[in-house]
């Protein structure tokens, strides 16, 4: 909570992991790194942390992302399952859920977690529904190839029925995708970061139920999502 404008998406199946951690280059250009593996014995996990590039953008068509190098290593354990310490690259980070809503959970809730289009490997998002609120992480890539981040919210939907030639207003949420720039690095104390635009993009989401959506990007391009199951 102290290091606003970095985060991390991490999710937990099983015995394994599944984490990005989305922050900034050096430049102030947003960057997001992943890491993922199985759970030790008593729950703490350790692992590379690795970069990607050449992938997708938020309006492009389907472009197979590679490996750009591990950064760093990782370790994490977690005390509670809200609060965990981080440790990678000389530095421990303390973080903990990132509480948005408190309200009682929506009964048209998505499942909270990793979502993707399963033909369109290396481009993802994380979503997290809290009350009636949902929170979005679109990790892909600029038009150079750089990783890149952007995060949308709003209000979560009433489910699409997936029978209705339009749908209804109460069923789509529409927002604008908004990017972040000149804040935190992986190794540098903390600087807060600037919005660097707050209409990237238009936003449409639609739920069928709780492990499917249809999201349109910009552009007007239509994409299916499901849960990632990893």
């Not at 993922?36 to 690795?50: H, I, P």
């Not at 992302?65 to 977690?78: D, E, I, P």
């Not at 529409?174 to 660097?196: F, I, M, R, V």
């Amino acid at each position: 909570a102290s290091e606003s404008g970095r985060g991390y998406s991490l999710e937990i199946q099983g015995n394994r992991l599944f984490m990005a951690a989305y922050m900034y280059t050096a430049d102030g250009r947003a960057v997001w790194y992943v890491s993922a593996g199985t759970l030790n014995q008593d729950g703490s996990f350790q692992g590379d942390v690795t970069e990607y590039a050449g992938g997708q953008t938020l309006s492009g068509a389907f472009k197979p992302a590679h490996v750009k190098g591990a950064v760093t290593s990782m370790q994490l354990s977690c005390s509670t399952p809200a609060s965990c310490t981080l440790v990678w690259a000389g530095r421990s980070v303390a973080i903990t859920r990132f509480l948005f809503d408190n309200a009682a959970k929506s009964a048209s809730a998505p499942q909270s977690g990793w979502w993707w289009n399963a033909d369109e490997s290396g481009r993802g998002f994380f979503m997290e529904a809290q009350g009636n609120s949902l929170f979005i992480a679109g990790y892909m890539y600029d038009v150079m190839g750089n990783a890149t981040w952007y995060t949308a919210s709003g209000a979560i939907p009433a489910r699409y029925n997936g029978f209705d030639a339009i749908p209804a207003p109460e069923q789509q949420l529409k927002a604008s995708w908004a990017e972040y720039a000149n804040g935190q690095t992986l190794t540098s104390d903390y600087q807060a970061a600037q919005l660097k635009s707050d209409a990237v993009g238009n936003l449409r989401l639609m739920f069928t139920d709780s492990k499917s959506a249809f999201i349109t990007m910009p552009g007007g391009r239509i994409v299916k999502l499901t849960r990632f199951e990893f």
